[in-house]
Every structure is written in structure tokens, then in C-alpha cells.
């Protein structure tokens, strides 16, 4: 049942080039130009039409809502709110004629993102899903909504489940871009492309495995990291911290870069291994000084960058080159790398990959 593969978790880490192409199968052609979501039809106007877009999620699935939020700005000029459902949910939240909320979740039973949805429904509002598993509680209660198609994701982290939501969160955000007149026939197509060449880099970003247990092997007894990242990059880094604390029980914290002088940069000496996800995109240059900032401090740099940087790697002790992507597609390519690294460290450290303690595969109690 795990093909070959020793756990669960590497076997859906390497499924993703299939499960993303799976996920965009019949729905998006850049040829033709086709971009159809079959369960968004009757209700796409709604999103179209929308003054506020308010996402609710929990754990990854809130990682992938950040990532859509920066993409449904950029793309469709509509403001966007990523709320966490067991705070939303809580505290009486305003939801206004023109909000439409679109909930995410792999399983589809998570109990605070379902309350958080009836809650928005009790408003008026209408909610679009975006779950993995078909026929699941969320998935029923919704509005309308698209399936990531990713298949059964059994290992408790989630990874081929965040890389679909990703997928069916931009096909959402170009259909709705397309019909608002928001992007341009040049870029919609640019971006087409661009997505159905996704499998093959992600293809390429698997086959740093390798590369990857070697950092994993001078990291695995670190007591602390860091992982930094700007942009569409951002969630990314919050993602690479979750998935290393979840299965490596190792304490790390994903940042905003700039955001690092705030404070976390106090913590930074010559023991705190830093991930940068350093991407060449819109914000290279001032995560370039990021990066200066810690080797400053002496902490330990690894980056994640475009295949070709030659500055980076001068700066960093691991440099793992990932393939140039566009910048809003980048997290489904640059997340690969840190789940393979979080893997890495956890199966070195003798921990249970698959069912960490504590934790459940969906959490359905509040
Ligand atoms: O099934 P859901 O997507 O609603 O689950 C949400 C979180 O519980 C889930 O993403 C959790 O954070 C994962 N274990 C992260 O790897």
C-alpha cells in the first residue's frame, strides 16, 4: 500500500507530480484556453461580484488560504481576509452582504473550519469549499466548491493535499480574474502555461532528495530553527516550520524575513540553522540583505533559490536551487524542498513520520 516507499508521507511527498496534474486534468488547458470548474458554475458570479473574500481554515490548509490571499489580490483586486475558523468562528465576526467566504480543508471534518462555515451560512453568506475528501461533512455543506482530487492523503502532515489546494485556489482566482476583466488575455494565458509546466519542475524539485538528506543529516539534532521567506514565499516558510515541528518535534518558526528584526532576530547565534526561501522573485533583493543580517549573527544559513542564483549560494552553507517558476506559482514548487527536509530530519530522529504523537489526521473535536 506504500508502493515501495517506507512511510506514507514520502510516498504523498513524491505523488505530487501526478496529484497536481491529476488536479488541474479537464479543468484548465492552456491551448485552448480552457479553465472550467465544474462545481463553481452556478455561484461563480458571486465571486465575481464580491466586495471581500474572507478564507477559513486550519494548519495547512490556512497556509494554502495565505498563499491564495496574495493571488486573489493580485489577480482579481478583490480584498481578501485568511481567518483561522476557531477564531472566527468564536468571536461574533462581521460578515457583510458582498463577503464570500471560501473554507479549505483536506479532510473535510475539521470541526472548527465546519462551525466556522455554519456560522457564515447563519449570516447569509455564501461559501465556496475547497476539500480533498469527497462527500465529506464540509464538502456537503457548502455552497458550491471544487475538489482537489489529490487522492487519500494518509500521513498525518499534509503535503500532496497543500500543493492541490494550491492548484484549485489559482484556477479559482483565474476564472474569477478572467471574467472580471482583471487580468489580461496575455497573462492568463502566460499563467496557464505556467501551471500545466508545474509537474514537471515539482518533478525537478523531487529529485533534490538526496541533496536534501544531507542537510538533514547536519541538522537533524538542532534544537531550534528558523525558516524566513517574503511575499507569496511567506506562507511557505510557515509551512516549511509547521511540517518540521509536527513530525520532528524540533521547535521552528516560519516569519515574514522583514519581520525578523522585530525580534526573532534575537535568537539567532552560531547554533540556529535559518531556512530562507529566497526565490528569485519580486522581493530577491531585500531578502538578499535578510540573509546578510544572519550571517551577521553567525546563525547558519540554508536557502531555497532559482536554479542559476550565483549570489546566494556565496552567503548560504546549503543552497538547494529549485526550477525558476513564476513568482505567484512558486509555493507549490519551493514547499517541496522543506517537506522533504522535514521528513528527512524526523526519520533520522527515529519519530513516527506518519501518525506524530499527538495529533490526529482530522481533528474533529474544537
Ligand atoms: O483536514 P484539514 O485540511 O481541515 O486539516 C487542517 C489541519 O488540521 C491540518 O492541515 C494539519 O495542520 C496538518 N497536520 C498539517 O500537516
Not at 168 to 195: F, R, S
Not at 246 to 252: D, L, P, R
Amino acid at each position: 500500500e506504500k508502493g515501495g516507499f517506507e512511510h506514507f508521507m514520502i510516498k504523498e511527498i513524491f505523488e505530487q507530480t501526478r496529484s497536481i496534474k491529476d488536479c488541474m486534468r479537464g479543468r484548465l488547458d492552456s491551448q485552448t484556453g480552457r479553465l472550467v470548474l465544474g462545481g463553481l458554475r452556478e455561484y461563480v458570479n458571486k465571486l465575481v461580484n464580491a466586495d471581500r473574500i474572507i478564507i477559513v481554515a486550519c494548519g495547512t490548509s490556512w497556509h494554502a488560504g495565505l498563499v491564495a490571499e496574495y493571488f486573489f489580490e493580485e489577480f482579481c483586486r478583490i480584498p481578501v481576509e485568511v481567518e483561522y475558523a476557531s477564531e472566527f468562528r468564536y468571536r461574533n465576526p462581521i460578515i457583510r452582504e458582498g463577503d464570500v467566504v471560501i473554507a479549505i480543508s483536506q479532510s473535510g471534518e475539521t470541526a472548527d473550519t465546519l462551525a466556522a462555515i455554519e456560522l457564515a451560512k447563519s449570516k447569509g453568506a455564501i461559501i465556496f469549499g475547497v476539500c480533498n475528501v469527497v462527500g465529506s461533512s464540509i464538502a456537503r455543506t457548502t455552497h458550491a466548491g471544487a475538489y482537489t482530487h489529490a487522492g487519500p492523503e494518509i500521513g498525518v502532515a499534509s503535503t500532496k493535499a497543500f500543493t492541490a489546494q494550491l492548484t484549485v485556489l489559482n484556477m479559482i482566482a483565474l476564472i474569477v480574474a478572467n471574467k472580471k476583466g482583471t487580468i489580461t488575455e496575455q497573462k492568463l494565458h502566460e499563467l496557464l502555461v505556467e501551471m500545466e509546466n508545474i509537474p514537471s519542475k515539482v518533478e525537478k524539485a523531487l529529485q533534490l532528495n538526496e541533496q536534501i538528506q544531507v542537510v538533514a543529516e547536519t541538522f537533524k539534532d538542532a534544537r531550534n530553527f528558523l525558516y524566513l521567506g517574503r511575499g507569496y514565499n511567506f506562507p511557505v516558510a510557515l509551512e516549511g516550520a509547521l511540517k518540521l515541528k509536527e513530525i520532528s518535534y524540533i521547535h521552528a518558526e516560519g516569519y515574514p524575513a522583514a519581520e525578523m528584526k522585530h525580534g526573532p532576530i534575537a535568537l539567532i547565534d552560531e547554533e540556529m540553522p535559518v531556512v530562507f526561501i529566497a526565490t528569485k522573485d519580486s522581493s530577491y533583493e531585500k531578502i538578499v540583505s535578510n540573509i546578510q543580517e544572519v550571517k551577521a549573527r553567525k546563525g547558519r544559513v540554508i536557502s531555497i533559490v532559482t536554479e542559476g542564483d550565483d549570489l546566494i549560494p556565496k552567503m548560504s552553507e546549503f543552497t538547494i536551487e529549485v526550477p525558476a517558476v513564476h513568482e505567484a506559482l512558486m509555493p507549490m514548487v519551493s514547499t517541496i524542498p522543506l517537506q522533504l527536509l522535514s521528513y528527512h530530519i524526523a526519520v533520522m530522529r527515529g519519530c513516527n513520520v506518519d501518525q506524530p504523537r499527538n495529533l490526529a489526521k482530522s481533528v474533529t473535536v474544537e
